[in-house]
């Protein structure tokens, strides 16, 4: 079903093309000519702009009911015509896209390397480098001053097609994104059991079999669930643990040597021992059943009723909530006797925020509407949320007399909740460097640096992450139709010998399998780009 899925998505992509160029496009969908030049904000008199846009079901289905909207219409004078997709954006936007239907502009476009490339190839979108010079001196300032984000931006031909987000929180190893899937561990039931804090591998074993068979919530029930996660990727998955077997495993199943050579983390001997750590868990009913089927929905239930052992998150508070219940596993050392950790290739950077279409006339007017995204105190009111809203919680207080905005406490109110609430995100950029100038780090930020620091850094050994490489439109492709066989077929064998076993016996097919698909081809690509890149 994954792959099918997957398959349909790019079949979808070329879709998009093919029917743009059999349908004109309506004159509904995007703005009137303003013919206006010399902008500067606020406009004498009010002027409309239509973006396509997403949001989460937490949000406003209007955008203009968040208060950092209505904000920023005051302060530009340009009131934003939303179409706003709450789920399936990417499928709903290439539609559109399809039917003909371009708005000014696409705000978190969610567009592949791939889209971005083939968007501009069929005339969809434009270049905006002429733009950031001109017109935009927030952005432009960015640029100038970290060089490494403009060339991040810049597709292989030259050009930039769209708008980023940058978020920085450390850097280098003490980045926030160094680790995403931290494991967290109930230690009311450690210390009801009167265990130790387990150190290895075998011990976590132990553990979590005291925790299945000596009730340590002490309600007379069985209804304790000593592991869980949520299969496939992103921050509740449980590949922390694949470090404790040695090179370790992360979402995109590669990683940097410190020599430069990309690798591929799930065909070598050290991954298929860390299945069979798994499979030896779920074989002593140490797994939680739901863990290769259970949504966000069902993993939050589960967690507020602390019902977990041991489980995986970004940051328990989402999860379990902001108590001493649960603290940080430790690293693990593994059958070596040593500790590591593997790094995620995370960084505070995407390149898809926001896409001018080419039908959009009003092209100064635009680019400094988006530029003002980029004003600092704008981009972090656009990352997190803003202040002084009287029917909803705050993210910031405004100190007046520093202008600073400062983080409120969040008293017990999941941070993922509230900021998908009140953000818009889009295009913006926070450095480090606004930390105590522009706004305060927030505390859950703050915290999470310090784990890391203490706990995980020192097992980090990899010098360098696989950055977001712009690839050329031809090698973008051939990666999508890589990853829409590979990653499906990767991610249904390893929850399958979790559960079953066999790994031993299917092992050979499996690397055959990868290569079918095309691994090798998929590695020189990503060593391209990455070398690329680096010169």
Request: glycine share 6%.
């Amino acid at each position: 079903m994954r792959k099918k899925k997957a398959r349909n998505l790019l079949l979808l992509s070329g879709l998009t093309i093919m029917l743009l160029s059999a349908c004109g496009s309506t004159d509904e969908a995007f703005t009137e000519d303003y013919e206006l030049s010399n902008v500067t904000f606020p406009l004498k008199e009010e002027v409309s702009l239509k973006f396509l846009t997403q949001s989460s079901p937490l949000a406003p289905a209007d955008p203009n009911d968040k208060l950092v909207f209505q904000r920023l219409e005051e302060k530009t004078g340009v009131h934003i015509d939303w179409t706003n997709y709450q789920s399936d954006f990417a499928e709903k936007r290439n539609l559109d896209i399809a039917s003909g239907s371009l708005p000014d502009g696409i705000f978190n476009a969610a567009a592949s390397d791939y889209d971005l490339l083939s968007w501009a190839k069929n005339g969809i979108v434009i270049p905006v480098n002429d733009l950031v010079d001109q017109y935009m001196p927030n952005l432009k300032k960015i640029y100038e001053e970290n060089p490494e984000y403009k060339a991040l931006a810049t597709a292989p031909d030259g050009n930039m097609y769209s708008f980023p987000w940058i978020e920085e929180l450390g850097s280098d190893k003490e980045s926030i994104h160094t680790v995403n899937d931290m494991a967290w561990i109930n230690v009311d039931w450690l210390n009801n059991l009167g265990l130790e804090m387990p150190q290895t591998t075998d011990e976590l074993i132990t553990v979590l079999e005291a925790f299945k068979t000596q009730d340590p919530n002490g309600n007379g029930e069985a209804d304790e669930i000593p592991l869980s996660f949520i299969d496939n990727g992103g921050n509740e998955d449980m590949k922390l643990l694949f470090s404790a077997f040695g090179i370790g495993d992360n979402d995109d199943h590669l990683v940097v040597g410190n020599d430069g050579k990309v690798d591929f983390t799930a065909d070598n001997p050290e991954y298929k021992e860390a299945i069979h750590y798994f499979n030896d868990m779920y074989q002593k009913g140490l797994i939680d059943t739901e863990a290769f089927e259970h949504d966000w929905n069902g993993y939050i239930a589960k967690g507020k009723e602390a019902r977990y052992g041991v489980y995986f998150t970004w940051d328990k508070a989402n999860v379990t909530g902001d108590n001493d219940t649960y603290d940080l596993l430790p690293v693990l050392s593994g059958p070596t006797g040593e500790k590591h950790i593997t790094r995620t290739n995370g960084m505070g950077f995407s390149r898809d925020r926001f896409v001018i279409t080419s039908e959009n006339k009003n092209l100064e007017l635009t680019a400094k509407w988006i530029d003002a995204m980029y004003e600092p105190s704008q981009s972090v009111q656009n990352n997190w949320g803003t202040y002084g809203a009287e029917d909803s919680q705050n993210i910031f207080e405004l100190d007046e007399e520093t202008n600073m905005l400062k983080h409120l406490p969040l008293t017990g109110t999941s941070p993922g909740e509230l900021r998908q609430k009140t953000e818009a995100s889009g295009p913006l950029a926070i450095l480090n460097d606004y930390y105590g100038t522009v706004t305060t780090m927030p505390e859950d930020a703050r915290w999470r640096l310090e784990i890391l620091k203490e706990n995980f850094v020192p097992y980090v050994t990899n010098d360098f992450i696989y950055p977001r490489v712009f690839l050329t439109l031809e090698n973008a492709d051939r990666i999508a139709k890589i990853d829409a066989d590979m990653l499906p077929y990767l991610n249904r064998k390893r929850a399958e010998w979790i559960i079953n076993g066999n790994i031993d016996t299917e092992w050979e097919d499996y690397l055959k399998e990868l290569e079918s698909f095309g691994l090798s081809e998929w590695l020189e690509i990503k060593q391209e780009g990455y070398d690329t890149f680096k010169e």
